[in-house]
């Protein structure tokens, strides 16, 4: 896909995806946080035992490049359809944060 990318969009690809097959009645918030938890695991599994250094250098190889780029599509692709059933703007959210955060630390 070459087009130009947008949350919304893919948000809207991921829904015809589980529509096409008739997922949607799983994808309640609770199975989506679910799911969302075992991908992030599953990415953290990737660096369970990487020295801080060998962390850095995780996309040099591209065997695990390649699996840490899908379990990041992974918890992306979760997150996203989270968003959507629960009516969140994960940009809007993103960004509140961020200005609640450059309240709580102020830089020094």
């Not at 896909?1 to 947008?6: A, K, P, S, V």
């Not at 994960?90 to 630390?105: G, S, V």
């Given at each position: 896909?070459?087009?130009?990318?947008?949350v919304?969009?893919?948000?809207?690809?991921?829904?015809?995806?589980?529509?096409?097959?008739?997922?949607?009645?799983?994808?309640?918030?609770?199975?989506?946080?679910?799911?969302?938890?075992?991908?992030?695991?599953?990415?953290?599994?990737?660096?369970?035992?990487?020295?801080?250094?060998?962390?850095?250098?995780?996309?040099?190889?591209?065997?695990?490049?390649?699996?840490?780029?899908?379990?990041?599509?992974?918890?992306?692709?979760?997150?996203l359809?989270?968003?959507?059933?629960?009516?969140?703007?994960?940009?809007?959210?993103?960004?509140?944060?961020?200005?609640?955060?450059?309240?709580?630390?102020?830089?020094?």
């Open positions: 896909m070459t087009e130009h990318l947008d919304a969009k893919l948000q809207r690809r991921l829904a015809e995806f589980a529509a096409a097959r008739n997922w949607q009645p799983y994808h309640t918030p609770k199975n989506l946080v679910a799911a969302l938890s075992v991908e992030a695991s599953e990415l953290v599994e990737i660096f369970q035992w990487l020295t801080p250094e060998e962390s850095t250098r995780v996309m040099d190889d591209p065997d695990t490049a390649h699996r840490v780029t899908d379990e990041v599509a992974d918890v992306l692709a979760y997150l359809q989270l968003c959507e059933v629960l009516g969140i703007d994960p940009l809007a959210a993103l960004d509140a944060k961020i200005d609640r955060n450059e309240h709580r630390f102020p830089a020094p």
